[in-house]
């Protein structure tokens, strides 16, 4: 797992990135703040990158993406008008492992037990999501995404498809 | 926050200066004098808009500079023009003498050049503080009070942009008024000004798509559509390519021609099937979108599609975007590498077919270096 130090240096990172126009000059209000740093990790369960959330009161604005070697890979954007935080999603439903689990759970089959969790990708590193297992009583685990309030199955490794294609 | 004449013309030394080191117009200023603040060129609404600045050169073609002294403008120096002399006096002449023909009876005591549909110039003749005529600068007609080019850029500016120009410019006019520069000889332009005192610029060719290909005159003009399935990507970034160009088509629709299923059923689009979407714009624009597939394309295919106004789709591995602007820093310094970036309106993470409303994120800016581009679409619009 990734180590407690290099979280801090990210989030310190993230919050220089923040104060300059580095990450493109999306209006943001005075209150906006950045937010607990997440691993995001590999479907084996490397560091691919680190989730940095911005967050304006109990909205999700955006996010910083960076590589384990600290370089800013992006910062994307939920806003969809330059001062307006209108459509933006509750920051919880991205950053907060037990929502995401809940939402995963409330999906479920009968019977079917949510398992911890984490911070992914639906196979193109572009395409974060959350991944969480869900184990029915006879032992058969199956993996869900969740992406806010969207929930799907995690797509097998056959699909070979712009939409749900492997990463290369 | 406005500008004195001083600090104008100083600004103005600065920005050239940038621009020569830079080599963004090779030859074309080295050696270049400014001698004055120039002239005040006034918004509709009688505030100060910008200076025009005349560059004088002993050798070489002469020229002049725009260069903002309100900050609603966002960037100090507006534009720069070689080949084309600025001679107020010579102009205020030509002015004169234009308005006199034909109307003998006209009295004024004042005289001011005034941006009467930004960037197009006029002189304004007054009677006090009215006007009494006013005539486009070169072709002298009239541009009557009726003239419905008339409008003024300040106080049709949208008030979140304003505020984000003018934070954008006071940081510009901090920078040029820091103590380091303050031992800049502004007044000439030679590249050996900066050279000589190692100073780190941040230069950017940045280009985002407007209404049309004159940014000076619209917003970005682009909007983001969330994908309504998991794997419905593609039809997302064919809905905001044809959203550009006012064909409004909804997902479903789109995900039928692309035959990637319903909302209950959907699936991806296969990799063999990447031509589709070539056959899909074109069908559902009667052929009147021409629509090219680019594959491996490098930054030059978005970079001059941009430039021409006209937004991408572009295809990552297992992912489908679309790309509305770039970055690039113009000048390599040793101790900055040379970054170009794509703005990206990615229709990820999803949304349901329930919310179409949803969904999405723009990403500003994608580092170009660290991404695999597969396949990217262009689409050009047939003219007769």
Redesign the interface.
Same mark, same amino acid.
């Given at each position: 797992m990734p180590e407690k130090r290099e979280a801090t240096e990210i989030l310190k990172s993230a919050r220089e990135a923040l104060d300059s126009?580095e990450?493109?000059?999306?209006?943001l209000p005075k209150s906006r703040r950045v937010d607990q740093t997440i691993p995001v990790l590999t479907p084996d369960g490397a560091l691919h990158s680190w989730f940095v959330p911005v967050t304006v009161g109990e909205l999700l604005a955006?996010f910083f993406e960076f590589?384990p070697n600290g370089a800013?890979?992006?910062?994307?954007?939920?806003?969809?008008q %330059?001062?307006s935080l209108q *459509?933006c999603?509750a920051a919880e439903s991205w950053t907060d492992a037990a929502t995401v689990q809940r939402q995963a759970a409330a999906k479920a089959r009968t019977g079917e037990k949510a398992g911890e969790a984490f911070l992914t990708y639906?196979?193109?590193p572009?395409?974060?999501?959350w991944q969480v297992s869900l184990e029915s009583p006879d032992g058969t685990v199956r993996a869900v995404?969740v992406?806010?309030?969207?929930v799907?199955d995690a797509?097998g490794d056959d699909? %070979?498809?712009?939409?749900? *294609?492997?990463?290369? | 926050m406005q500008l004195s004449k001083n600090q104008i013309k100083r600004i103005a030394g600065l920005e050239l200066n940038a621009l020569n080191f830079a080599e963004a117009m090779p030859d074309a200023l080295e050696g270049g004098r400014l001698r004055s603040a120039g002239t005040p060129v006034y918004d509709i609404n009688g505030s100060v808009l910008f200076h025009r600045i005349p560059i004088a050169r002993s050798r070489g073609r002469a020229g002049y500079a725009d260069v903002g002294s309100n900050a609603a403008l966002g960037e100090p120096l507006l534009a720069t023009t070689i080949g084309a002399e600025w001679n107020e006096r010579k102009v205020l002449k030509e002015a004169t003498a234009a308005a006199k023909k034909g109307r003998r009876s006209l009295k004024f005591n004042k005289v001011r050049f005034v941006a009467y549909s930004f960037p197009k110039v006029a002189v304004q003749f007054l009677k006090g503080n009215r006007e009494a005529l006013m005539l486009e600068w070169k072709t002298w007609a009239e541009v009557a009070p009726s003239n419905f080019e008339r409008w003024s850029l300040l106080d049709e500016m949208p008030a979140?942009?304003k505020?984000?120009n003018v934070r954008?410019f006071k940081?510009r006019v901090a920078i040029w008024e820091s103590r380091k520069f303050r031992r800049v000889d502004s007044a000439i332009i030679k590249r050996k000004a900066f050279r000589q005192r190692k100073f780190v610029l941040k230069l950017t060719d940045t280009r985002e798509l407007h209404y049309s290909p004159r940014p000076a005159d619209h917003h970005p003009c682009y909007?983001?559509r969330g994908q309504q399935?998991?794997?419905?990507?593609?039809a997302a970034s064919v809905e905001m390519l044809l959203n550009f160009y006012r064909y409004q088509y909804d997902q479903v629709r789109l995900a039928d021609e692309l035959d990637?299923g319903t909302c209950a059923h959907?699936?991806?689009?296969?990799?063999s099937q990447?031509g589709k979407v070539v056959t899909v714009i074109e069908k559902l624009t009667s052929k009147n979108l021409d629509a090219t597939m680019h594959t491996n394309p490098g930054w030059s295919v978005f970079r001059n599609e941009i430039r021409a106004n006209r937004p991408l789709i572009s295809?990552?591995?297992?992912?489908?975007?679309t790309v509305a602007g770039y970055t690039q820093s113009m000048i390599h310094l040793p101790d900055k590498l040379p970054y170009k970036g794509l703005l990206v309106y990615?229709p990820?993470?999803?949304?349901?077919c329930d919310h179409p409303?949803?969904?999405g994120?723009?990403?500003?800016?994608?580092?170009f270096a660290?991404q695999?581009y597969q396949f990217a679409y262009s689409a050009v619009l047939k003219h007769i």
């Open positions: 126009d990450f493109g000059g999306f209006t955006g590589d800013l890979m992006r910062y994307s954007s939920f806003q969809r %330059e001062s *459509g999603p639906d196979r193109a572009a395409r974060l999501c995404h992406a806010g309030n969207v799907w797509p699909a %070979e498809t712009f939409g749900s *294609g492997p990463s290369h | 979140p942009a505020r984000a954008k940081k909007e983001l399935t998991p794997v419905w990507c593609v990637l959907p699936n991806g689009l296969p990799y990447v295809f990552v591995p297992g992912h489908s975007r990615d990820w993470p999803p949304t349901d409303e949803d969904g994120v723009i990403t500003k800016w994608e580092n660290t695999t």
